[in-house]
């Protein structure tokens, strides 16, 4: 449980890093509207991982 909390903890870090939203107050926002902006952060940022990837894939190939 442990490495779960600390694995969870680590993402969200990395979401508050790259996202404004996130790091603010949530209190005054419904579940619905927080798990929204959740789902949304995480789908950009695999979007930006998967492009990063993409680029850095080009680049190597044309280092070659």
């Known amino acids: 449980q442990e490495a779960a909390r600390k694995y969870i ?11 404004a939203i996130v790091r603010g107050p949530a209190r005054l926002w ?7 902006i ?6 950009l940022y695999n979007m930006i ?3 990063e990837g993409h680029e850095l894939g080009v ?6």
Do not use: P, Y
């Open 9 to 19: 903890e680590r993402a969200f870090g990395v979401l508050q890093s790259r996202f």
């Open 30 to 36: 419904d579940k619905k509207t927080l798990s929204n």
């Open 38 to 43: 959740m789902t949304c952060c995480v789908i």
């Open 49 to 51: 991982i998967e492009d």
């Open 59 to 64: 680049l190597l190939r044309q280092c070659r």
